[in-house]
């Protein structure tokens, strides 16, 4: 079994909706981080959180929120979607006692908005 | 402000030679540098590391070189084969912060 899941795998939106995306992991891991790729932009920090009442803002926050619901689970919104927030969205965990703090990643998900 | 660069978009080397992947940063305070592998669709994978107190780090065919007066680093496959064909990232860190990302080098191993 995968240890960082992520839900849904792809969705299809449209302008305006809400729409929640979540990240569950297994690795026991505190930090947790959300990320976007676009075409020749690579990853960008959207939020990130070092234990569950820790909530950090990243390089590209607007238009997202995040929730850290417990340990293991990091889910993020889009409070209305725009079609610029079309990417993929990977979900990290990291732990702070590895020396160089390898972040593992999900699969993705796949977000189309109309 | 990129803190890490990946100047080159796209890379192409044919199987059984040398790749070379390269990465400049700006951010002298980093201390760990990390290599990530990303094949379409799937989340990007570790691959190899470099603390900012080395200057070469080896793990099979893989080795990672850091100019640290140069501020720059670079991943060196050897010998390539086809399945090594992916987006490469670059990441640095430096203290208790995320890591930061270059915009990604595609290789391609031409069989």
């Known amino acids: 079994d995968a240890d960082v899941t992520q839900t849904p795998r792809n969705r299809i939106t449209k302008t305006g909706k809400r729409i929640m995306l979540e990240c569950s992991q297994t690795k026991g891991h505190d930090r947790m981080y959300w990320y976007r790729q676009d075409p020749g932009l690579g990853l960008r920090l959207i939020y990130y959180s070092f234990d569950v009442k820790d909530i950090n803002k990243g390089e590209i926050s607007d238009g997202y929120s995040v929730s850290r619901q417990a340990q293991a689970k990091f889910s993020l919104s889009l409070e209305s979607a725009i079609p610029n927030q079309t990417a993929l969205y990977f979900c990290?965990?990291?732990?702070?006692?590895?020396?160089?703090?390898?972040?593992?990643f999900g699969p993705g998900t796949r977000l189309l908005v109309l | 402000d990129q803190q890490v660069k990946q100047n080159s978009p796209s890379l192409s080397v044919q199987e059984g030679r040398i790749s070379i992947l390269n990465c400049d940063y700006t951010n002298s305070m980093f201390d760990y540098f990390l290599w990530y592998k990303k094949y379409p669709a799937e989340g990007p994978t570790f691959l190899i590391s470099i603390s900012s107190i080395k200057d070469k780090n080896e793990d099979g065919r893989f080795t990672v070189f850091l100019n640290k007066s140069a501020k720059h680093l670079s991943l060196h496959i050897v010998p390539s084969q086809p399945g090594d064909s992916a987006v490469y990232f670059c990441?640095?860190?430096?203290?208790?912060?995320?890591?930061?990302f270059g915009k990604g080098t595609r290789l391609s191993v031409i069989a």
């Open positions: 990290a965990t990291s732990d702070p006692r590895d020396i160089q703090e390898t972040q593992y």
């Open positions: 990441a640095a860190r430096s203290g208790n912060t995320p890591l930061v």
